[in-house]
């Protein structure tokens, strides 16, 4: 079963090289299967490929990598995915929907490495890296459901740390911007690391101009090595200085991502440290309560706490909001998605 050639991994120019090569096929017949493909569609639904080819490519290759095999909508409209990947693994993800568009929030690894101590993603350890066509299939399946272009913004914030799936990631940038594909603006994908930072650097030199997000959640070393097990290698003023990189390559401006905890992070002090971190960066801070996961213990920063944190950093001249946590309801916030299991293992 692992011998199959996943036919999301390749743009257009690859798969009539594949195709016209393995098949025998004209390169327009490689055309018509990649229509099919990204809109979602498996070797059954391909009626204009002869029904020879159909089985053929179905011995040897897999059309759609990821199933959506449940859906749970919270109350906010919210919708959270259980995708299962065509080995049987799972990852889940998250549709929101806003006035200007839908954001789907992706996962890129089963599991994670990285081991944050507030986040369910982390909690089994890292299962294996997706590649590029799976995190593709996971927008195709989900724009399956709706009309053209229903999924208008990918945010990569789901399970995994991208930057530690580097290869795969960076493809599947392209992959989702290939003209004859989707046709994504980079704008409208967001990257989200914990702060890799050497990968920060390389990823600003790809010429590419996704956003990018840095999880920080404190801006003082050691507090933020107790919660990060990443910072016992990158310093926050490493991760910060490759942010400013990123935003001198690209333009784009760095998004900090700063979860609070009640007690850990959330005081007038650590608002000026972060502040002054920030300093003459182009930065916007999304500040979010942490959202609870029951394994951890933590508990988020409360509502009035938090406006006061908000107010201490605009006092100190830092852009920053408080982001809407949403899908909370069924655990689809920020850190609440895990490996779950079809048959329900956290229910
Ligand atoms: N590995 C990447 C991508 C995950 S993004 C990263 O770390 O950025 C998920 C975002 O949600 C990160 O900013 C993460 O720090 C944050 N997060 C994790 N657990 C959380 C929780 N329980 N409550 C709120 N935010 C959380």
């Not at 018509?32 to 053929?56: C, E, H, P, V």
């Not at 409209?77 to 839908?102: A, H, I, R, S």
């Not at 960076?170 to 004859?180: A, Y």
Request: charged share 20%; net charge neutral; proline share 2%.
């Amino acid at each position: 079963m692992s011998e199959k050639v996943i036919l999301c991994d390749m743009d257009l120019s690859q798969l009539t090289e594949y195709m016209t090569e393995n098949f025998a096929v004209k390169p327009f017949v490689a055309g018509q299967l990649y229509g099919w493909l990204i809109k979602g569609a498996d070797f059954a639904d391909m009626t204009n490929l002869s029904k020879t080819l159909r089985a053929a490519l179905s011995e040897r290759c897999v059309a759609q990598p990821v199933k959506i095999v449940r859906t749970l909508t919270a109350a906010d409209g919210t919708q959270k995915f259980l995708f299962e990947l065509w080995d049987g693994n799972v990852v889940e993800g998250v549709l929101m929907k806003y006035k200007y568009g839908n954001t789907l929030c992706i996962s890129c690894q089963v599991g994670c490495r990285m081991g944050c101590r507030f986040c369910a993603s982390t909690l089994g350890g890292l299962v294996r890296n997706l590649s590029a066509g799976e995190m593709l299939g996971e927008v195709i399946a989900v724009n399956a459901l709706g009309k053209d272009r229903y999924v208008t913004n990918v945010v990569m914030m789901g399970s995994g740390e991208p930057l530690d799936n580097y290869d795969n990631t960076v493809k599947f940038i392209n992959l989702l911007c290939s003209e004859q594909g989707l046709n994504f603006s980079q704008r409208n994908i967001s990257l989200s690391t914990c702060g890799i930072a050497p990968q920060m650097r390389r990823l600003a030199e790809e010429g590419l101009s996704v956003n990018l997000t840095v999880s920080l959640h404190n801006p003082d070393n050691e507090q933020r090595r107790e919660i990060m097990p990443v910072a016992n290698a990158y310093s926050v003023e490493e991760v910060i200085s490759a942010a400013r990189y990123y935003f001198e390559k690209t333009g784009r401006r760095i998004i900090v991502e700063y979860t609070l905890i009640d007690g850990q992070n959330d005081s007038y002090s650590h608002a000026m440290r972060l502040a002054a971190l920030l300093k003459g960066m182009s930065a916007h801070v999304n500040v979010i309560a942490l959202n609870p996961v029951k394994e951890t213990g933590l508990k988020g920063t409360s509502g009035v706490k938090l406006q006061k944190f908000l107010q201490y950093l605009e006092k100190f001249g830092v852009s920053a909001t408080r982001r809407r946590t949403m899908g909370q309801d069924v655990e689809g916030a920020c850190g609440q998605l895990r490996r779950s299991y079809l048959r329900g293992e956290h229910e």
